[in-house]
C-alpha cells in the first residue's frame, strides 16, 4: 500500500464546469513534470477529482470495476500532482504528475504509450532526452564510427576538453550577438555536456529535479 502523506493540491478546479459526458465522466492524460512525457490516460469523475484536488495524488474512475481508483495504492507507485489544467471546451484534463516507482502502466512500463507499429518503444519525451537516450545507447552499444563512442573512449581527457572548447565558443558567439551562432554552439556545449552526464551515470531527470527546485 502507498504510505504518502496526503497534502492537498495548492489549486483550484471548478467542479461544475468540467463538461463531463453521458457517463459523467472526463479523460485525463497524466503527464511527467519534469520530462513532459505522456504516461497514461484515464477518467475521472466529479468525485475523483474532488480527491485529487484533496489529497494531491490522482485518483480516476474505473470503468471495469465501477468504482473510485487511487493510482498506485496497490502497487505504490502513486502519482504526485504537480498541477491540473482543463482545455478550451472544458472536456478534458492534463495533470502534470510526479510518477513514484517510474511506473504508470500495468504492464509495468514506464508509460502506456510504448508501443509502434506493434513493436515496443520508449515513451516520446523532451529533445533533451531523447538526444540523451541515443547518448547513452551509443556507449552501452559502441560502434567505430560513431564520434560520441569516440568520445566515450577517450574517457574525461577528451570529454571535458571539448566541454571547454565548446563553452569558449558560446562565450566567442555571444560576444559577436550572433544569434544562429550562439543557438548553434550552446547545442554543441549541451551535447558534450550531456556525453559528460552520460559517462558519469547522471541522469537528464536529476537535472530537471534540481531546476525544479531552483524554479520554486
Not at 490516460?41 to 489529497?55: D, P, Y
Not at 492534463?94 to 502506456?112: F, K, P, V
Not at 547518448?135 to 566515450?152: A, G, M
Not at 558567439?173 to 550562439?182: E, M, N, Y
Request: charged residues 25%; contains cysteine.
Amino acid at each position: 500500500m502507498a504510505t504518502s502523506e496526503a497534502t492537498p493540491l495548492n489549486q483550484s478546479i471548478p467542479l461544475d464546469e468540467i463538461h463531463y459526458n453521458e457517463q459523467g465522466l472526463v479523460p485525463a492524460i497524466a503527464q511527467d513534470y519534469l520530462d513532459g512525457t505522456i504516461l497514461m490516460m484515464a477518467w475521472m469523475n466529479r468525485e475523483s477529482l474532488q480527491k485529487t484536488l484533496e489529497t494531491g495524488e490522482a485518483w480516476y474512475w474505473s470503468r471495469s470495476r465501477q468504482e473510485l481508483w487511487h493510482k498506485g495504492a496497490t502497487s505504490g507507485h502513486i502519482q504526485k500532482v504537480r498541477s491540473l489544467r482543463y482545455d478550451c471546451d472544458s472536456d478534458a484534463l492534463l495533470i502534470t504528475i510526479e510518477q513514484i516507482g517510474d511506473i504508470a502502466c500495468h504492464t509495468g512500463e514506464r508509460s502506456c504509450f510504448h508501443q509502434v507499429d506493434g513493436k515496443k518503444a520508449p515513451p516520446p519525451a523532451d529533445t533533451l532526452s531523447q538526444v540523451f537516450e541515443v547518448i547513452c545507447d551509443r556507449r552501452d552499444n559502441p560502434t567505430e564510427t560513431s564520434y560520441t563512442c569516440k568520445l566515450f573512449n577517450g574517457g574525461d581527457n577528451k570529454i571535458l576538453k571539448k566541454i571547454g572548447e565548446e563553452s569558449a565558443e558560446v562565450v566567442m558567439a555571444c560576444k559577436d550577438d550572433d544569434k544562429d551562432a550562439i543557438a548553434s554552439e550552446v547545442a554543441d556545449l549541451i551535447y558534450h555536456t550531456l556525453v559528460a552526464m552520460a559517462h558519469h551515470g547522471v541522469e537528464v531527470k536529476d537535472v530537471y529535479r534540481k531546476l525544479q527546485q531552483r524554479r520554486r
